[in-house]
């Protein structure tokens, strides 16, 4: 299956990440899945990225504000377990409660959140074998007691590894949202990435321009990393561009201070076009 093979988005993941193993290669072979939805919850949708830094986490925890303010009870599931982000961006240092069967969700902004970098000292690099990964995500989405939820939104890691393997196999994911940047060798990745979810069966919702351009002090508007890609790319593989956010250096100061900035700064352009995003993806499924 050349899905497992090495390709080029695994340039950018830690050295130690390592080959899927015999087993998992042995396990998947014709085997049909049978994909298990996460209890607690109606809908899962995944966030990803063909590579690292687009991104992605920004996203989904913004997204996660987002659709609460919507009036959704929402979830949200770091399944990055290389590079867990959401203890930094939602500022948790709690570790979450267990009653020896399952573990609790940590609140934060009225989100029950997951992540690795709750049990992990998060200075520790995670240099965990592909089966320590896959059975991360199952105890993440079996073993936690999400409660009432109508989304959890998973930050998912970059490119096609054990994680987004054991997800569209199975777990019953509802929907992804892909993130990339405008430059021309982001894209390249994407485009495998949408035929990767498409292979696996997952619905695509969209793809997302993000750090698109910047507006300066003159008002005028830069396009850095280039113009209008993402929005060819989605064309061309016929699925929805559900638009651009700009560079804004209060996204990633909101981001490192813990409090993104749906939650920190609502009015904002940027925290709008997240509200707007959500209302949308509300209506999809609701
Ligand atoms: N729209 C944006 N404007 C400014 N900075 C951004 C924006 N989106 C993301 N960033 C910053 O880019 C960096 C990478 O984002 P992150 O969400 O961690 O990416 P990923 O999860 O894809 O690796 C972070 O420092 C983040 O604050
Ligand atoms: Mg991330």
Known sequence: MSLVRKTSYDTDMPKEKPEL???????????????????????????????????????ATNLALALKKNGCKVGLLDADIYGPSIPKMFNINEKPKSDGQT????????????SIGFLADQQTPMIWRGPMVTSAIKTFTQKVSWKNLDFIIVDMPPGTGDTQLTFSQEIKLDGSIIISTPQEIALLDVKRGIKMFDKLGVKILGLVDNMSYFVGEDKKKYNIFGEGGVKKTAEEFQKEFLGEIPIDPEVGKNGDLGKPIVEANPDHEISKIYLNLAMKIKKIYF
């Open 103 to 114: 573990l609790s969700p940590v609140m934060k902004y009225e989100i029950q959140c997951m």
């Open 21 to 59: 193993s015999d087993a998992m290669r042995k396990k998947m072979q014709g085997k049909t899945f049978e994909k298990n939805p996460i209890k607690g919850t109606k809908f899962t949708i995944a966030i990803s990225s063909a590579k690292g830094g687009v991104g992605k986490s920004t996203f």
